[in-house]
C-alpha cells in the first residue's frame, strides 16, 4: 500500500524514510513463506507441529537465504539513484507479495473435500504410472493435465501422499501466480506485476479459480507488442498455447483458441502474403529445421491425447449434459449466507446476488459489443490507427470467448457459490477489462487531477471484491499467517502405512470417513485377486487411489456419463472383462440423482449381470455369484436383495424430469422403441367418471386408473413408460403417482414402496420404469395411475405406451 501512495502522489511522499521502509519490508517479506514448510495444527487446547516434508524445509531456508542476499547485492551495485518509484520493488520481492497475497490456511486434512473431486484430480496420474494408462486415451481426465500437475506438487514437493493434499490446494495457486507475475514483469514491467499482485491476483489465482489460471498468460503474451510485430512468432505461440491450454482445461482451452481464431487468421495471413516462413527459413536454415522436426515428434506423441481431449468435449457438447448443475430458477438457488443482504425481501437480494454472479459478464459482454462498434465507425471514419484495428480485434476475442463460455458459465450454477458464472465476472472485472487500459489506453491517459482520484475509486472497489468474494481477502493476511489450522473433535491422526492403506499417508482425517476406508480395504483384499479391479456406481472415485486399483473404464465416475455415447464407452470396457465387484454405496450424488436415472444404460448392464447384494458395516457391493461362492464372504446369499438395491437406486419423487424428458420426446423418439406386443387396456378405477369425449374426472381424493397389459411384461424389456395426456380447464398442474405390480411380490397388489411421483402437466410424460431394481429384475402385468388427490380434476389420457431403450 506505500508503493500504491507512492505511485499516486510521488511528490509528497518519496522520502529517504519511505525508501528504507520498503528496502526493509521486502527483506522481512520471503520470512512469512515459511508457513507453507510448517503446519501448525490445533486440536482442542493443544498446538502439535507437524512439517510436510523434511526437503521441502531445507529448500526454502536456502531460498530465504539467496533471496536476501540477491536485493543486498542489488542495493550494493547499484550505479545510480533510482528515478522511477517502480525499480524499488526488486523483482525477487514479487515472488513472496505473491504467496503472501494468495496464501489461504490451509485445512486440517485435504480429505474434507470429497471422494468425487479428490479422486478426479488424484487418480489420472496414478493410473498413468503404475498401470501405463494414456491419457485420455485408455483414462479420461476431466481436470485435464491439470489433475495431474496437482499430483506431480503433491509428489514432488510434499509428501506424495493423501496427507498433504491440502498443502497442495494451497501450493498450486502460488505457484501457478507467481509464474504469471514473472511474466508479466518480464514483457510489461515491476509497475504492471505490482498493481497485478494487489488488486487482480487474489481473484484471479485463488484456489477455486484453478480452471481459468492460463487465460491472463495466453491473452497477455498473444496482444504483446512485440508478439505481435512478429507473426510468425505469433502464429507458432497461438499453436502451442492453445494446444496446452486445451490440455489443461477444455472448457476454457478450447472457447479461447476459437475465440483467437479471427486474429490467428489476420496473421497467417500476414506471413503469407509477406512471404515470412521463407524468410525465416532462409536466415536459418538449420534453427528452422531442427525446430521443425522436434515440435512435429512433440506432435505425434501428443496426437493420441489431443485426439481422446476433442472427443471428450464432443462427448460432453451433448444437450444431456446440461444435466450438470442447478438451473438458475430452482428453489435451491439462494443467496449465500455470507452474502450481504441490504433488503428486507429475499428476492431483492437474491437479485442483487445474480446482478453480480451473472450480471458482471452479461455486462462486460454488452461493453465490448459496444466497444467493438465504436471502433469500427472510427474505421469506416478513415481512421486508420493500428491500435484501433487491435482493439477491434481485441473486442472480437474477447466477444466470442464470452459468448462461447456461457454454455459452462451458465450450464451450471452451483447455489451459494460464485463459481462457474461468477468465475467469469472476475475474469471480466480483474482482467479482461482492465488488460483493455493496458494493451490500449495507458499512453492516452495520465494520471492528474480528477482521473488518478477515479482510478484510486476503481482499484479501491475491486480491493472490496477481493475482500467480499475472494477466498484470499487481502484484509486478513496476518490473520491467516499466524492462525494455527483447527481440527476439529471428530478427527484422528491416523498412518496410513502401519494400517494397509500406504497411500492416505499420515495426518488428520475424520473417524468416520478413516473406517470406511478400512472396511473398504479389507472386502477388496477378501473379495478380490491379485491383479484385480473393481467397478464403482458411487462416484467416489478416490478409492481408486487409495487402494491403488485400476479404473476398469474409460470414465471413472457414473456422474460423468450423463449420456449416450460416454455410458457405451464404459459398457464396452465392462463387456471386455466384467469386474467380480461394484461398489454401490454410500454414493456421492451431487445434484445428479441415483446413477439408475442419471447413467441408466450403465446402470442396466450391472443389474442384469450375475451379480449378488453384499453389505460390510456401512459399504454395500454387488458381487459376482461365483466370487461370493469361492470366497464364502457372506453364506447363504443366493440373490440379489430387491429391497436393499431399491434403497440404492430408486428415487421415488421425479419432480418435474418425466415432464422435461416428455416435452423433448420427439427429438429422442430415434432412442426408443414402442412395444406393440403389450397393449394396454383399462382395467379398473376409483373416484373417476367417465366422459363422452373420453375424457375422465376426479370424483374424490383418491382417483386412479388401471391398465393390464395383454401378456405378462418382462420389466428388463420396458425401460421407460410414455403417458401422452391433457388437463382440461384452468386446474393447475398436480402431482400424479405411478404404481405397479410384480411377479415376485407376495405382499399386496400395490404399495408405495413400488411407486413413482411426478409433477403432471399437459403434454408427454416420460417415467424412468427400469430406474426401480424391481421392476428391472421382474416380471409385471398392470400398471396403476393415481391422478393427484383432488376432486374435479379432468384429464383426457390420449396415449399411455410402454417404450424400450435401443441404441
Not at 442483487?352 to 469506416?380: H, P, Q, S, Y
Not at 403434454?763 to 391422478?787: M, V, Y
Amino acid at each position: 500500500m506505500i508503493q500504491v501512495v507512492i505511485y499516486f502522489y510521488k511528490e509528497r511522499v518519496l522520502t529517504t524514510l519511505t525508501k528504507t521502509l520498503m528496502y526493509l519490508s521486502q527483506l522481512i517479506l520471503p520470512f512469512i513463506t515459511l508457513v507453507l514448510v510448517f503446519g501448525v495444527y490445533q486440536t482442542g487446547n493443544k498446538i502439535e507441529l507437524h512439517r510436510n516434508n523434511y526437503t521441502l524445509a531445507i529448500m526454502a531456508s536456502i531460498a530465504i537465504i539467496l533471496f536476501i542476499y540477491t536485493v543486498l547485492f542489488i542495493l550494493k551495485y547499484r550505479k545510480c539513484e533510482v528515478s522511477n518509484v517502480w525499480d524499488y520493488i526488486f523483482w525477487p520481492s514479487l515472488i513472496p507479495m505473491t504467496i503472501i497475497m494468495l496464501y489461504s490456511t490451509p485445512v486440517y486434512s485435504g480429505f474434507v473435500s470429497d471422494d468425487f473431486h479428490l479422486g478426479e484430480i488424484f487418480m489420472p496420474l496414478q493410473q498413468m504410472l503404475n498401470y501405463g494408462m494414456k491419457l485420455n486415451v485408455d483414462i479420461m481426465s476431466i481436470q485435464g493435465i491439470m489433475g495431474p500437475m496437482y499430483s506431480l506438487i503433491n509428489g514432488y514437493v510434499f509428501n506424495g501422499n493423501l496427507s498433504s493434499i491440502n498443502y497442495t490446494f494451497v501450493a498450486f495457486p502460488i505457484i501457478m501466480g507467481v509464474l504469471v507475475v514473472l511474466l508479466i514483469k518480464k514483457i510489461y514491467g515491476s509497475k504492471w506485476a505490482f498493481l497485478f499482485i494487489v488488486f487482480s491476483l487474489p481473484i484471479l489465482y485463488e484456489s477455486g479459480m484453478n480452471r481459468t489460471y492460463l487465460i491472463v498468460p495466453y491473452v497477455l503474451i498473444l496482444f504483446h507488442k512485440k508478439t505481435l510485430s512478429n507473426p510468425v512468432k505469433w502464429v507458432i505461440l497461438y499453436f502451442w498455447m492453445s494446444l496446452i491450454h486445451c490440455l489443461y482445461n477444455p472448457s476454457m482451452g478450447a472457447a479461447l483458441t476459437v475465440a483467437f481464431f479471427p486474429l490467428f487468421s489476420v496473421m497467417f495471413y500476414r506471413t503469407i502474403k509477406l512471404k515470412l516462413w521463407s524468410k525465416v527459413f532462409l536466415k536459418h536454415k538449420l534453427l528452422f529445421c531442427t525446430l521443425l522436426v522436434i515440435q512435429l515428434c512433440i506432435l505425434v506423441m501428443l496426437l493420441p491425447t489431443l485426439l481422446g481431449t476433442i472427443q471428450f468435449i464432443l462427448d460432453n457438447g451433448s444437450a444431456n449434459t446440461l444435466a450438470y448443475g442447478i438451473s438458475l430458477f430452482s428453489e435451491s438457488q439462494t443467496s449465500p449466507e455470507w452474502f450481504p443482504k441490504p433488503f428486507p425481501y429475499d428476492k431483492l437480494n437474491r437479485l442483487l446476488w445474480e446482478a453480480i454472479r451473472i450480471g458482471g459478464w452479461i455486462f462486460t459482454l454488452l461493453l465490448f459489443v459496444g466497444l467493438m462498434i465504436f471502433n469500427v465507425k472510427k474505421v469506416v471514419s478513415f481512421n486508420k490507427e493500428k491500435q484501433t484495428y487491435l482493439m477491434i480485434l481485441y473486442c472480437i476475442v474477447s466477444i466470442v470467448f464470452l459468448l462461447l463460455i456461457t454454455g459452462y458459465s451458465l450450464g451450471r450454477l452451483d447455489s451459494g457459490s460464485m463459481h462457474r458464472s461468477g468465475s467469469i465476472t472476475f475474469i471480466c472485472f480483474a482482467f479482461l477489462i482492465p488488460a483493455l487500459y493496458v494493451f490500449f489506453l495507458k499512453n492516452k491517459f495520465k494520471f492528474n487531477g480528477v482521473v488518478h482520484h477515479i482510478y484510486l475509486i476503481i482499484f479501491a472497489i475491486l480491493l472490496g471484491s477481493v475482500a467480499t468474494f475472494g477466498q484470499q481477502q487481502a484484509f486478513r493476511i496476518t490473520e491467516k499467517l499466524i492462525q494455527p489450522i483447527v481440527v476439529p473433535d471428530n478427527a484422528v491422526f491416523v498412518n496410513g502405512a502401519k494400517q494397509g492403506v500406504p497411500d492416505v499417508g499420515e495426518g488428520y482425517i475424520a473417524k468416520d470417513r478413516w473406517k470406511e476406508m478400512l472396511d473398504f480395504e479389507m472386502v477388496i483384499s477378501k473379495i478380490l485377486k491379485k491383479g484385480e479391479t473393481y467397478a464403482d456406481l458411487t462416484n467416489r472415485t478416490l478409492f481408486y487411489e487409495i487402494t491403488n486399483k485400476k479404473v476398469p473404464t474409460f470414465y471413472s465416475a457414473d456422474y460423468l456419463a450423463a449420456n449416450e455415447e460416454i455410458q457405451e464407452k464404459m459398457i464396452k470396457s465392462l463387456d471386455k472383462e466384467a469386474p467380480p465387484l461394484v461398489f454401490i454405496g454410500p454414493a456421492i450424488r451431487h445434484d445428479g440423482g441415483p446413477a439408475s436415472i442419471r447413467a441408466y444404460r450403465l446402470y442396466k448392464w450391472f443389474l442384469e449381470r450375475d451379480y449378488v447384494y453384499y453389505q460390510y458395516n456401512s459399504l454395500q457391493f454387488l458381487v459376482s455369484k461365483q466370487r461370493m461362492l469361492e470366497t464364502k464372504a457372506y453364506d447363504g446369499t443366493t440373490d440379489t436383495d430387491e429391497n436393499e438395491l431399491r434403497a440404492v437406486f430408486h428415487q421415488k419423487d421425479l419432480k418435474s424430469l418425466p415432464v422435461a424428458w416428455g416435452r423433448n420426446f420427439k427429438e429422442m423418439k430415434d432412442r426408443f422403441q414402442f412395444l406393440p406386443d403389450h397393449n394396454m387396456s383399462l382395467s379398473g378405477s376409483n373416484e373417476i367418471i367417465k366422459e363422452a369425449d373420453g375424457s375422465i374426472v376426479t370424483s374424490g381424493n383418491d382417483p386412479y386408473v388401471s391398465f393390464k397389459f395383454d401378456s405378462s411384461m418382462q420389466g428388463k424389456d420396458a425401460d421407460f413408460l410414455l403417458i401422452d395426456l391433457n388437463i382440461i380447464g384452468s386446474q393447475e398442474p398436480f402431482q400424479g403417482q405411478l404404481f405397479w405390480n410384480s411377479s415376485n411380490r407376495k405382499s399386496e397388489k400395490y404399495d408405495e414402496d413400488h411407486s413413482f411421483l411426478f409433477n403432471v402437466v399437459s403434454g408427454q410424460l416420460l417415467i424412468p420404469l427400469g430406474s426401480d431394481p424391481d421392476w428391472l429384475k421382474n416380471s409385471h402385468n398392470e400398471l396403476r395411475f393415481d391422478i393427484g388427490d383432488k376432486a374435479n380434476v379432468k384429464v383426457k389420457i390420449n396415449s399411455i405406451n410402454l417404450v424400450k431403450l435401443v441404441n
